[in-house]
């Protein structure tokens, strides 16, 4: 089992920065590839990045890209998401995943946080 534990959301004004935080604890976090996932209100879940075992690959979806930057600090169980220049239509639900294998794909994810809200204001 993996607990996964996001932090940082808020609320931010439109072109400002925000930096999510997902702790884990249980098994060892270095043997999983991690994701961000959102979900906005009457939407479907949709990938946001994703970031290997090691951290050397990482993958965005094309509306994040060159705003988002995922890492990950393996000595101390967490993942981020540094998000740059929000803009309104980024507010939603996030979430962190773990997975055995890298993935864009929200089913090849084993364990999932419980969410936090960001709203961004125009």
């Known amino acids: 089992q993996v607990q996964l534990i996001e932090s940082g959301g808020g609320l931010v004004q439109a072109g400002g920065p925000l930096r999510l935080s997902c702790a884990a604890s249980?098994?060892?976090?270095?043997?999983?590839?991690m994701g961000w996932f959102r979900q906005a209100p009457g939407k479907e879940r949709e990938f946001v990045a994703a970031?290997?075992?090691?951290?050397?690959?990482?993958h965005y979806a094309d509306s994040v890209k060159g705003r988002f930057t995922i890492s990950r600090d393996n000595a101390k169980n967490t993942v981020y998401l540094q998000m740059n220049s929000l803009k309104p239509e980024d507010t939603a639900t996030y979430y962190c995943a773990a997975a055995q294998l890298l993935s864009r794909i929200d089913d090849g994810y084993d364990y999932w946080g419980q969410g936090t809200q960001v709203t961004v204001s125009s």
């Open positions: 249980g098994r060892t976090f270095s043997a999983y590839a």
């Open positions: 970031i290997s075992r090691g951290g050397r690959e990482t």
